[in-house]
């Protein structure tokens, strides 16, 4: 089954504590994003890597990390978390980096930064 | 800037009504525009698309039309389901590149 996999589905932590979010595709796409959702802002996307080693900025990248070793893989790091980082995150994946091609998203990642 | 609007909601609807949630984009080009529908506690799912004006995408009884000279894609479906409940999101995605500016969502209820 086609699917994006995201771990863990909810976490609360401390401010300033390190923290991965991981991201797993099984359909081997080269391209694939991050997202975060808030309340009457929509998604905004964070990250986004059009293939391994390729990574770019998206249009919120301040405060996280992200790396692309591995075609499947696309971790999101957390370094020094915030409270305004509280947030539902979505992983998301697509074939290639032209648009008309679905893009397939995770279930989400709640994360609670206290 | 590309942009994407449409109403937060909620929109509440009796089963069996006629559904609009209106979506209309800002755009420099030519952009490719989507519908995509997020169930409770579930990530986002392609509903629906079209790539070109007067394209009309289709699925699951829903229907968008792709207006460019209003700048439209409005969402309609004839008769709603209590499975219908979800958040929709408008999108659209220019350049041919897979950058897509998302709207806020809009809320649906649908009571029996």
Redesign the interface.
């Known amino acids: 089954e086609a699917q ?1 996999t995201q771990n863990p589905r909810y976490l609360i932590t401390v401010t300033g504590k390190k923290l991965t979010v991981t991201c797993s595709q099984n359909m081997n796409h080269e ?1 694939m ?1 991050w ?1 975060r959702q808030d309340p ?6 964070i990250y ?1 890597s059009m293939n391994v080693e390729v990574t770019d900025k ?1 249009d919120v990248p301040e405060g996280y990390k992200v790396s692309r070793k591995e075609k499947r893989n696309f971790p999101l790091i957390l370094e020094s978390p915030s409270p305004n980082q509280t947030s539902l995150y ?1 992983c ?1 994946s ?1 074939l ?8 397939y ?4 990642s709640w994360l609670t930064v206290v | 800037g590309d942009s994407v609007t449409q109403m937060e909601g909620p929109v509440t609807l009796s089963e069996e009504a006629f559904l609009t949630i209106n979506c209309t984009y800002t755009a420099t080009g030519y952009p490719s525009l989507f519908w995509y529908v997020q169930y409770p506690g579930e990530g986002l799912q392609l509903l629906l698309k079209a790539t070109k004006a007067d394209d009309k995408g289709s699925n699951k009884g829903f229907e968008a039309t792709y207006r460019k000279e209003t700048t439209s894609f409005h969402l309609e479906k004839g008769s709603v389901q209590v499975s219908d409940s979800a958040v929709y999101f408008c999108a659209l995605s220019e350049g041919g590149y897979q950058k897509v500016t998302f709207g806020i969502g809009t809320k649906l209820q649908v009571i029996p």
Not at chain 1, 40 to 45: F, V
Not at chain 1, 105 to 108: A, K, S, V
């Open positions: 994006v391209y994003s997202y009457g802002l929509g998604l905004r996307q986004y998206g979505f998301a697509s290639d980096m032209y648009s008309g091609n679905t893009i998203f995770g279930e989400g």
